[in-house]
């Protein structure tokens, strides 16, 4: 038994190793890698004349690193959440009560708690007893909110907006998100805390159910300031990432907790549509002609209906799913294929092509959505900076890439969800 451990204990310690001098981490795909390089690759052809020299001379660069994002996932907790948005967990379509805006839906689901000095935890309040309604109370001419949870609360929405902007969003990236009891208190219009309460601790429950259509718009301002400041470097890696989470956002299975039909006994349909089907159909029958690059009028909404779409597709995709599984001889449903000298158990051609033909070309008409959104946002970023003359920034090297690695102590949830989105 000891020994058969010391195996194991060896063998793991190797692989961490050639993972380490490899510099590769061994992440499940989404899109397949193929289908993100794909988009990538394709989204350089919708942009105009002025764009087009400066991303087809970085075209490898642009396809190959699509995926770095994916490759980045286990190294912070942080990464892991970019790429989807569990949306059915806060409500039903069209999720109207969840916030466009990070900041608002950061503040709509971040609870507070009391620490005294004894170390006990007292809760001030919590998100979801949580009632929100005007008060009757008007001060400086705006309607006070009455926040109705352990106790009655009431504050001003703006001065709770500026108090979380200038005490919480400067700790975001922090584990613990702490607070002088005083700046609470000011908040609140109590003269202080009791004297036995030591600290104020804030509880983030918003990002760990994904935060995919605030990084877009994030992303777009990110890319929007490397033109501006006529970054080349910047403009491509950036580029090359951006593509991926927009990417993400197309695909139905990264807006739901249901993520890989865990909670419907389909487990493994997420690799099924967004892995297996284009690798096996985007060549020889899905058209890639999605025409010019448009400029993107309002970012936020643009992301947020991506989002929206890509979720009103979910039903038909699982019931199809079922109806198939049902349908098809059981025994014709998997096979045996050789991949890179390793055998793997997959859907089946027929099979896959099954579902393909039930789905009615979703597959290939969001892989079609994304190629056309990157080439947009790619477009509109340079609009937006003022379309800078990019002449002189053609003979640029390509970024370095960067060096990725796993992070030792992410927890096993934080594994488990990194690994099934
Ligand atoms: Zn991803």
């Known amino acids: 038994m000891k020994d058969y451990r010391n195996h194991l204990l060896g063998t793991a310690l190797l692989l961490s190793l050639f993972f380490l001098f490899s510099g590769a981490i061994p992440v499940k795909e989404d899109w397949g890698f193929f289908g993100h390089r794909r988009i990538n690759r394709l989204a350089v052809f919708t942009l105009p004349p002025e764009l087009i020299p400066l991303y087809k001379n970085q075209i490898e660069y642009i396809t190959e690193h699509a995926v770095d994002p994916d490759k980045r996932r286990y190294a912070t907790k942080h990464e892991a959440v970019r790429h989807y948005i569990d949306i059915d967990h806060w409500g039903v379509f069209p999720f109207a009560g969840v916030p466009r805006t990070w900041s608002k839906a950061l503040q709509k689901y971040t609870e507070f708690y009391a620490v005294t000095n004894k170390g006990d935890t007292l809760e001030l309040m919590n998100y979801k007893k949580a009632r929100w309604t005007d008060s009757d109370i008007t001060w400086k001419g705006r309607h006070l909110k009455k926040v109705t949870s352990r106790d009655s609360l009431i504050f001003d929405e703006e001065s709770y907006g500026q108090f979380f902007k200038e005490a919480i969003l400067p700790q975001y990236y922090e584990d613990e998100w702490k607070i002088e009891p005083t700046l609470l208190a000011d908040l609140l219009e ?73 909670m419907t006994n389909q487990i493994g349909i997420h690799a099924f549509w967004e892995s297996r089907i284009p690798e096996l159909f985007a060549d020889t029958e899905f058209d890639y002609f999605v025409g010019k690059a448009e400029y993107i009028e309002d970012p936020q909404d643009y992301y947020w209906k991506i989002v929206l779409k890509s979720h009103s597709y979910l039903d038909s995709l699982l019931a199809y799913e079922i109806r198939l599984k049902n349908e098809f001889p059981p025994d014709r449903q998997f096979c045996y294929e050789d991949r890179n000298g390793r055998t793997i158990r997959t859907q089946c051609k027929e099979y896959s092509e099954a579902y393909h033909k039930m789905l009615g070309g979703q597959v290939e008409s969001r892989m079609r959505g994304s190629i056309l959104s990157v080439g947009s946002a790619w477009y509109t970023a340079w609009v937006d900076a003022g379309q800078p003359d990019l002449s002189d920034l053609m003979n640029t090297n390509a970024p370095e890439a960067e060096v990725i690695e796993a992070r030792p102590n992410l927890s096993d949830k934080e594994r488990e969800k990194a690994r099934g989105h």
């Open 190 to 262: 109590l003269n202080a805390f009791p004297e036995n309460v030591k600290e104020i601790l804030a509880v983030d429950r918003f990002s760990e159910y994904g935060i995919l259509p605030y990084h877009l718009l994030k992303m777009q301002q990110r890319l929007t300031r490397a033109f501006q400041d006529k970054d080349p470097q910047k403009i491509i890696q950036l580029s090359s990432e951006f593509g991926h989470y927009i990417g993400d956002a197309h695909v139905p299975l990264h807006t739901t907790e249901n993520y890989n039909g865990q």
